[in-house]
């Protein structure tokens, strides 16, 4: 990787990505949490599917992977190759036939593989997920890195109560996997306060400037001769001190020393509790909560974890500039966290609104202190956009929705609003009434009944504007049409809005905006404000 580096954020499948974008031994740290649908029952996910479809569409948060001509040829692909990895999946195949966890285990095998390959010998790959695959999870991570590259199985506490505790013990914790590519890997023990108790059982001493101290022995834990010297009339330990003459005196002199009134007492050290770096992290976390409901840097993404979370694993497994990959980004925790601590990083993500939201999210957080990234995969011509919409129509829609800001429209929802494909909220007045755009999208051929019926839901659902996208040039008629919808007046604005808007991806890739008030924006949740932190 060069001094020039740019931070990347990729648009596609990260198998691909991986093998045709990311250079061997170049990451420092990998943190993954690949989707995985562990509401679904063991009935579902253990059931036999032996359809060799082509893959579904993928939805904005589909979390699952089926069984299916995709995950059958990266299963031979991976079996033909042989080594541990091979004979591992082979094996599970035979235990666990053809199902949803054999899909997944598959496309995670095929992936971890091409990890492990980007990843440097001095880093480490944290995988996240909860009890109901981590046992196969490890014999994967235990296969492809070996079993001598295991660190830690982490227990993390996400939350503290559960509605599904009737049958069962409430599940509450998920697991991260750590591993590394190699022995020598950086590694920085991480520390969190002490809790009160722990002060007031074992800082009960303070001095006469108020600072809490703990005693601790003077103790030698080998037989050292040269090190059993009388001082001040004390003896010293059967097996001599822990420090020399001069460093006793130096102690002695810093008044760090506390004396027994009687001779026949051993000098302790006092420890001041505001010098200690706090208790050391261990591998069950239970002071990270989750995104509570009301957090600030919550923003509605399903799958969010806590900025806390990705802090310490990025803070333990990397050094500043260092490279972050993060190849199921989602909303972008890993890479905006990253962003802040000063490292750099590479975000892979499925779906655009993935992506959108990413962006939103490192330009609300940063602003003009973000640094410089780029965006890979996402059309940036007309032609790449119709190779968008041939290959999927749904990421096409996405992609375009992106274009203008525009929320998708909720899935469960579509089918009893048909002509909404998405939603653009924002306030013109102080009333606190959230005005409304509704968008559609279109890929294919356009015609004036369809602006006609995208004019009907406008009115349907009190919308303040209707906004067609199209990849092809829009008709006369529907041009004609648009233009005797009449207009939208903002209350309190001279500037009228057109009620009917038009516009075509050729314009929107050249700059070319929607037209309605934009004085306060409310269609996505920002993201807050962050400061940076102060490099070390």
Not at 20 to 42: G, R
Not at 106 to 125: C, N
Not at 205 to 224: A, I, Q, T
Request: glycine fraction near 6%; include cysteine; charged fraction near 25%.
């Amino acid at each position: 990787m060069s001094e020039q580096w740019t931070n990347k954020l990729y648009f596609g499948d990260n198998l691909d990505i991986l093998r045709e974008h990311v250079a061997d031994e170049s990451v420092d740290l990998i943190y993954l949490d690949p989707p995985f649908n562990s509401n679904a029952t063991y009935n579902v996910l253990f059931a036999e599917k032996n359809g060799t479809s082509s893959p579904a569409q993928i939805a904005a948060f589909d979390d699952t992977w089926h069984w299916d001509l995709s995950s059958r040829q990266a299963y031979e692909e991976v079996v033909l190759a042989g080594g541990k990895i091979g004979a591992l999946l082979s094996a599970l195949h035979d235990f666990l036939g053809t199902n949803d966890m054999m899909a997944y285990l598959t496309m995670m095998a095929i992936r971890l593989r091409e990890l492990r390959r980007v990843l440097k010998s001095t880093g480490s790959i944290y995988l996240h997920c909860d009890p109901t695959a981590s046992h196969y999870l490890k014999l994967v991570m235990d296969a492809v890195f070996g079993a001598r590259s295991f660190r830690n199985e982490v227990i993390w506490k996400r939350t503290t109560s559960h509605s599904d505790a009737r049958r069962r013990f409430a599940a509450v914790s998920d697991t991260l996997l750590f591993y590394t590519k190699a022995d020598g890997h950086q590694f920085c023990a991480q520390y969190v306060a002490y809790s009160q108790e722990y002060i007031d059982g074992f800082y009960r001493h303070v001095d006469e400037n108020g600072r809490r101290y703990s005693l601790d022995n003077l103790r030698s834990p080998s037989p050292r001769p040269h090190l059993t010297y009388d001082y001040k009339g004390y003896k010293p330990h059967a097996k001599g001190w822990s420090v020399s003459r001069e460093r006793m005196e130096e102690l002695d002199g810093e008044g760090r020393l506390h004396f027994p009134k009687s001779k026949s007492g051993r000098i302790r050290l006092k420890r001041y509790l505001d010098e200690m770096p706090g208790a050391l992290v261990a591998n069950i976390w239970e002071d990270i909560p989750p995104i509570s409901s009301h957090a600030k840097e919550r923003l509605g993404y399903p799958t969010q974890k806590p900025e806390a979370l990705l802090e310490r694993i990025i803070q333990a497994s990397s050094n500043e500039g260092d490279i972050i990959l993060d190849p199921f980004c989602g909303c972008g925790t890993t890479i905006a966290v990253a962003e802040r601590l000063h490292r750099r990083w590479i975000g892979i993500d499925l779906t655009h609104l993935a992506v959108s939201l990413m962006k939103s999210r490192l330009h609300d957080s940063f602003g003009p202190d973000l640094q410089p990234y780029q965006v890979i995969g996402d059309p940036k011509d007309v032609g790449s956009a119709k190779a968008l919409a041939e290959e999927n129509r749904y990421q096409f829609e996405y992609w375009a929705l992106s274009l203008v800001d525009a929320r998708p429209q909720d899935e469960r929802k579509k089918g009893a609003d048909r002509g909404i494909d998405g939603n653009i909220y924002f306030f013109d007045d102080d009333s606190g009434r959230r005005k409304r755009v509704i968008v559609q999208v279109k890929s294919g051929k356009v015609s004036v009944r369809q602006i006609r019926e995208l004019g009907n839901v406008v009115d349907r659902h009190d919308a303040q504007v209707g906004a067609f996208i199209t990849l092809q040039k829009p008709t006369a008629p529907m041009t004609k049409w648009a233009a005797e919808a009449g207009f939208y007046q903002p209350p309190g604005l001279l500037a009228q809005v057109p009620k009917m808007q038009i516009v075509t991806i050729q314009e929107l890739l050249e700059g070319k905006q929607l037209d309605y008030p934009r004085i306060s924006p409310a269609t996505f949740k920002k993201a807050p404000r962050q400061t940076k932190a102060k490099r070390s």
